[in-house]
């Protein structure tokens, strides 16, 4: 929802970015650096894949095959229904049965309900199963992360390593604080103290996503009111504000801060 006001902030940089740094902290799906490197194709852009997302992009045809055996099993199910207990056997004998890439993550977007997360396939089979598989098959990603840089490493050893040289941007979208962390990899690598440290790693110029369902945006409202260690990275920053929701009555807001 944030990807033409990440467009907008990146025409900062000026022309192809040569001589620009873009930092995409904690890279996600990869989705912010693919656009920063295809709108500012001479610029060296760093995708932290601290998750190992790259590699569900190198398994798409494993993932689309395992999608299709389970949405023949479904197939009798109407969509967004509890399986009983016979069918959710079924499938967990199908994904035990399959010989090639499984994720539990991607498996829990299709058979547990929304916003249930899991780390293992153990956590996955003890969740109900629903019919919320999708209906085709996933794009391929060829050239999706052609010349960008892929690292793997914890932000208090990335970002130390730039923070103070010219040219740089950083592209920060942390796990939410205050919320489960199971669709990560690394379920404890983001808690409150290293919101801390993040807070005062972050120089200008940078983007900074999080939401109401953490207290990101108090939290800085209060670092610059009272002036706390670093407060001036937050003084006069921008914020973008688009209203979302997870569920039926589950609306938050989002937020982009950001300062160049």
């Known amino acids: 929802m944030f990807l033409k006001h990440f467009e907008q902030v990146l025409a900062n940089i000026p022309d192809d970015g040569e001589g620009w740094t873009i930092i995409d902290v904690f890279g996600g799906s990869g989705l912010l650096s693919h656009t920063a490197k295809r709108l500012k194709p001479k610029a060296r852009v760093i995708y932290n894949d601290y998750d190992n997302y790259s590699e569900r992009l190198q ?3 494993d993932i689309n095959r395992l999608r299709r055996i389970i949405a023949d099993l479904m197939a ?8 009983d207990n016979a069918k959710k056997s079924q499938i967990i004998e199908a994904i035990e049965a399959f010989q090639g890439y499984k994720d539990p993550h991607i498996l829990c977007s299709w ?3 929304s916003g249930q997360q899991v780390s293992t396939f153990d956590e996955l089979y003890k969740q109900n199963f629903w019919h919320c598989i999708r209906q085709s098959d996933y794009p391929t990603a060829d050239g999706y992360l052609d010349d960008v840089e892929i690292v793997r490493e914890s932000f208090h050893q990335l970002v130390p390593r730039f923070t103070g040289q010219p040219n740089t941007l950083l592209v920060l979208d942390p796990p939410y604080l205050c919320t489960h962390q199971e669709s990560y990899k690394q379920e404890r690598y983001f808690d409150l103290v290293d919101f801390l440290r993040l807070i005062h790693l972050t120089k200008p110029p940078y983007v900074f996503f999080s939401s109401t369902k953490s207290e990101f945006i108090r939290f800085i409202d209060a670092m610059v009111e009272d002036k706390w260690d670093n407060w001036q990275a937050f003084d006069n920053a921008q914020r973008i504000v688009v209203q979302t929701s997870a569920s039926y009555n589950g609306k938050y807001e989002d937020n982009m801060v950001y300062k160049f």
Request: glycine fraction near 0%; hydrophobic fraction near 35%; charged fraction near 35%.
């Open 59 to 61: 398994h798409i045809d």
């Open 111 to 113: 058979l547990a309900f």
């Open 76 to 83: 009798d199910t109407p969509k967004y229904k509890r399986l």
